[in-house]
């Protein structure tokens, strides 16, 4: 177990702030561990990411910026949201299209990103973006390599940026 570890939640250290990550009893480690994880890349972009907040919209992001507060929303669209782990193309496919100019980001634990490029790539030639789209892939070894065992993450985006397109 890892030290981070507390019943039912995973607490992490970023940049000056701190976030409890609610961990399911469904929900695999690696996907609470992929959320913190893009809240912590992204976070120097976007200040007010939230991870797993509920924004009033259909599909709930697993993580969200807006500019400022997510109240905003439906009037003000997400400047960023991220998917961690297992997302269907049909929810990607509405995403991108109600939010050409929403980044998204799209997060793969293990070994196997590959056929997602092939599939963020069709999907973005069919819808007209006007902001990038990240597909990232966390090596299984991430926990070990990324997080001290005070919980500091020391990652880069060049350390799991697999394309930007």
């Known amino acids: ?18 976030l409890v990550l609610p961990k399911r009893a469904h929900e695999k480690a690696s996907h609470v561990w992929l959320k913190g994880f893009l809240w912590f890349l992204y976070l120097p972009s976007y200040p007010y990411a939230l991870v797993e907040k509920e924004i009033g919209h ?3 992001p697993d993580v969200v910026a807006f500019a400022e507060s997510w109240h905003d929303y439906p009037a003000q669209a ?6 961690a782990g297992q997302v ?21 634990w293990g070994n196997n990103a590959g056929p997602w490029a092939d599939l963020l790539r069709k999907i973005t030639r069919l819808e007209r973006r ?35 397109l």
């Open 1 to 18: 177990m890892h030290p981070l570890h507390l019943e039912g939640k995973w607490r992490i250290q970023a940049h000056g702030r701190s």
């Open 58 to 60: 259909r599909f709930k």
């Open 78 to 83: 997400p400047l960023f949201w991220a998917e």
């Open 88 to 108: 269907a193309q049909q929810k990607l496919e509405t995403l991108f299209r109600q939010f050409p100019a929403t980044h998204f980001a799209v997060a793969k």
């Open 130 to 164: 006007r902001a990038p789209v990240d597909l990232l892939h966390f090596p299984e070894d991430s926990l070990e390599r990324f997080v001290s065992t005070s919980g500091e993450i020391t990652l880069t985006l060049d350390q799991v940026l697999v394309q930007r």
